[in-house]
């Protein structure tokens, strides 16, 4: 289970996380909806180790991640360009992260292939990721987060550069493979229809403050202010 206590931080002027305390359980999926520049992106970097809080702890399973390395923390974060290597062929992007850890490189492809097979993409490993599709290239980057057993994943507006018709089709298939896997995970997004279809409970954001957190029928039936009301669409 993930528990952020209290976490604050600030870029000069700007406060984008504002004592901030939110829980994951294991196996749930929480989204993280607000809008532009609340901070969203940074709390996931602060969960990854890419940026450091200036107060408060990130416990995961009990331990505090604060102090250990991003390598350290068992962390898969997938960003909203899931920026593959264009140089490496599939195969080598989903291996990378294990052969970095000092897999096996057989072990480590046969990883891969596995992960690629899960996600509908079995014979692909060979292909230049610039021949791939945006859909194609988008489970690419989640058979990448996946292949290394993370004890969470996050996701940074992982549909965002999709076409909506796609963006559904892929929401699905995500969320029967995080289902699956039983992975704990949190996805950003500022699009309230992606967050109530696919997270278990969602955490309403606003200048690094948790303004509503719950699960999606509850804010729909009883958002806490009229901002949250017009955020979530409740007039509509
Ligand atoms: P969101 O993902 O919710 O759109 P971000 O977490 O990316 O928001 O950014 C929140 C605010 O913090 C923005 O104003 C952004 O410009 C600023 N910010 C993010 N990272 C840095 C940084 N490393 N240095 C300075 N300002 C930053
Ligand atoms: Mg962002």
Not at 33 to 38: A, Q, T
Not at 78 to 103: K, S, T
Request: glycine fraction near 8%.
């Amino acid at each position: 289970m993930l528990e952020l206590v209290n976490l604050c931080k600030a870029f000069g002027q700007r406060v984008v996380a504002d004592h901030l305390s939110l829980t994951v359980a294991d196996g749930e999926t929480l989204a993280l909806l607000g809008p532009s520049g609340c901070g969203k992106s940074t709390l996931l970097k602060m969960i990854a180790g890419l940026e450091r809080p200036d107060a408060g702890q990130i416990r995961l399973g009990g331990v505090d991640l604060t102090a250990l390395a991003p390598e350290a923390r068992q962390v898969a974060l997938m960003f909203q360009d899931f920026a593959l290597f264009p140089h490496l062929d599939v195969r080598d992007n989903v291996a990378f992260g294990l052969i970095e850890r000092r897999l096996p490189r057989r072990e480590a492809y046969a990883r891969a292939e596995r992960a690629l097979a899960e996600l509908g993409l079995a014979g692909y490993g060979a292909r230049r990721v610039w021949t791939l599709s945006g859909g194609e290239q988008q489970r690419v980057a989640l058979a990448r987060a996946l292949v290394t057993s993370p004890r969470l994943l996050l996701l940074d507006e992982p549909f965002s550069s999709l076409d909506a018709h796609l963006r559904q089709s892929l929401q699905a298939e995500f969320r029967r493979r995080l289902a699956a896997a039983h992975i704990p995970a949190i996805l950003v997004t500022h699009d309230r229809a992606e967050a109530f279809a696919l997270a278990d409970r969602v955490a309403v954001l606003q200048q690094g403050k948790v303004v509503q957190c719950g699960r999606p029928q509850e804010l729909l039936a009883a958002p806490r202010n009229a901002w949250v009301a017009s955020f979530i669409g409740y007039h509509n």
